[in-house]
T-cell receptor
Framework: GESVGLHLPTLSVQEGDNSIINCAYSNSASDYFIWYKQESGKGPQFIIDIRSNMDKRQGQRVTVLLNKTVKHLSLQIAATQPGDSAVYFCAELTNTGNQFYFGTGTSLTVIP | DSGVTQTPKHLITATGQRVTLRCSPR?????VYWYQQSLDQGLQFLIQYYNGEERAKGNILERFSAQQFPDLHSELNLSSLELGDSALYFC?????????????FGPGTRLTVL
């Protein structure tokens, strides 16, 4: 039968290039944000987080940028590798600290 | 390997039935979260427990319930199952809860309701 699924935004990049994955959030009360990576058949894996009092945070090969004015979050992956192929989710935590909301995700494919 | 274990890995059952999913958090983690990931809705937060007590509730149906036991393992009970309950159910744990506490996800339980 016909399968119905979530139509994820997709991004294809050449190995070695930089990737930018974007996320828009809607709750202005959100003050903590996380990026997760989910490989096929596995659970989500924490990549990097950022608090609302920051606009940039860097990790190993990854950078998260937060623009609270337009409620936009981005994840930059430097020198993308085939192992980076996965679905990437952003998650936001409200300032009551009680609930995480996840974006629908972006599917990243790295072309060798 | 995140250190979070979930059983069973796969579960196939019929509509109207009841199932229990089990989660063991990482050693030392006090907080457990349950999530549902379906094809048409993405990842949805269901409920969080901290040291045995419910801390936060998300989009959890009344047919679903959860608890965290004194040994900190958690169970998610799904009853009167419907076809739409078919999904991946993830458990995650963190040392505490909320901001700044990285959540470690288990491998998930795939539930199929026929």
């Amino acid at each position: 039968g016909e399968s119905v699924g979530l139509h994820l935004p997709t991004l294809s990049v050449q190995e070695g290039d930089n990737s930018i994955i974007n996320c828009a959030y809607s709750n202005s009360a959100s003050d903590y944000f996380i990026w997760y990576k989910q490989e096929s058949g596995k659970g989500p894996q924490f990549i990097i987080d950022i608090r609302s009092n920051m606009d940039k945070r860097q990790g190993q090969r990854v950078t998260v940028l937060l623009n609270k004015t337009v409620k936009h979050l981005s994840l930059q992956i430097a020198a993308t590798q085939p192992g980076d192929s996965a679905v990437y989710f952003c998650a936001e935590l409200t300032n009551t600290g009680n609930q995480f909301y996840f974006g629908t995700g972006t599917s990243l494919t790295v072309i060798p | 390997d995140s250190g979070v274990t979930q059983t069973p890995k796969h579960l196939i059952t019929a509509t109207g039935q009841r199932v229990t999913l089990r989660c063991s958090p990482r050693s030392g983690d006090l907080s457990v979260y349950w999530y549902q990931q379906s094809l048409d809705q993405g990842l949805q937060f269901l409920i969080q427990y901290y040291n045995g007590e419910e801390r936060a509730k998300g989009n959890i149906l009344e047919r679903f319930s959860a608890q965290q036991f004194p040994d900190l393992h958690s169970e998610l009970n799904l009853s009167s199952l419907e076809l739409g309950d078919s999904a991946l159910y993830f458990c995650a744990s963190s040392s505490a809860g909320g901001e700044g506490n990285e959540q470690f996800f288990g491998p998930g339980t795939r539930l199929t309701v026929l």
